[in-house]
């Protein structure tokens, strides 16, 4: 399992975080940009990759901007279709997203993320079936004694609607069926720290996000790790995209290809608990079929 990272700061489309402040005259990927400014909005697991990306390609990149913020999948969608943004973040095919004319945009997939339901670690379970943990999550199953855990009652936390992480842990785990009515938080950080300091509480997070003050659940005995995401033995992960118009600007186009550079995701990746699409032995479409490579 990956070290988690440390908390990041998340930010909603109104706010602004600058990745890093681009002054360093260091050549390390290439010549010095225009000063083109880019935005990037969206998806809060990817939101740490892109970050520190951001942050290692101004200082090598003199003069170039790239401001990050969070927001979710959905935000990330519509904010680069509107043109309002460069780049847009999705846990997501731009495909399953209402609304998104995914013809117009260009996807560029840069990681992938496995997701785990994560405890408080005081509600004694490490393992449930897929069957139970779909019962938990549509309030079928209200106490942790039920699945083996103590005498507490669950308190479900999921995300918000237009998340990314939503749309893939319900895609693989409810099929189709409605979610218990619950709290809603709209990043992997918030729930992070609520999760843990909630007695009885579940939901679920990226694996960059687990730490060891949540305990992150085995579905019938298969562990949250990257190499069985690689495999498919794990079945909640997603492709991480970085969505931009048709014809992107020269600046959002050489950042996206810093980060799918062999520097980045032999490095980068690894280290901040992201998978290098390059290791996934089996690849997943828009309509969630899986084939081996």
């Not at 790790?225 to 690689?230: C, I, L, R, S």
Request: proline share 2%.
């Amino acid at each position: 399992m990956k070290k988690a990272l440390s908390f990041v700061t998340i930010l909603g489309v109104s706010g602004v975080l600058l990745a890093g402040c681009g002054n360093s005259s260091n050549s390390g990927t290439g010549s010095s940009s225009s000063g083109t400014k880019v935005t990037v909005v969206g998806s809060t697991a990817l939101q740490p990759l892109v970050e520190q990306a951001a942050t290692d390609y101004q200082s090598a990149n003199s003069g170039a901007s790239i401001t990050v913020q969070g927001g979710g999948s959905g935000t990330g969608l519509s904010q680069v279709q509107q043109k309002a943004v460069q780049i847009g973040n999705s846990d997501i095919f731009a495909e399953k997203q209402a609304g998104i004319k995914a013809n117009e945009l260009k996807d560029h997939q840069v990681a992938v993320v496995g997701m785990a339901p994560v405890v408080n670690k005081q509600a004694g379970v490490k393992n449930v079936s897929m069957a139970q943990l779909k019962e938990i999550f549509t309030g079928k199953i209200t106490n942790w004694k039920q699945v083996g855990g103590k005498d507490e009652k669950i308190t479900v936390v999921n995300r918000a609607k237009g998340s990314g992480t939503r749309a893939t842990f319900e895609q693989a785990v409810l099929g189709g069926a409605t979610a218990v009515k619950s709290q809603e938080q709209d990043s992997n950080g918030t729930v992070q720290k609520i999760v843990q300091s909630t007695p009885g509480a579940v939901s679920y997070l990226s694996f960059s996000f687990l730490n060891d003050k949540l305990q992150p659940l085995s579905i019938d005995n298969v562990k949250p790790t990257d190499a069985n995401v690689e495999t498919n033995k794990w079945k909640i992960w997603s492709y991480e995209h970085m969505y931009t118009t048709a014809k992107p600007s020269k600046e959002a186009e050489k950042f996206i290809k810093y980060i799918q550079s062999s520097k980045v995701q032999d490095g980068l990746v690894k280290k901040l608990g992201y998978i290098s699409i390059s290791n996934m032995k089996v690849s997943k479409d828009a309509n969630n079929k899986v084939t081996a490579k």
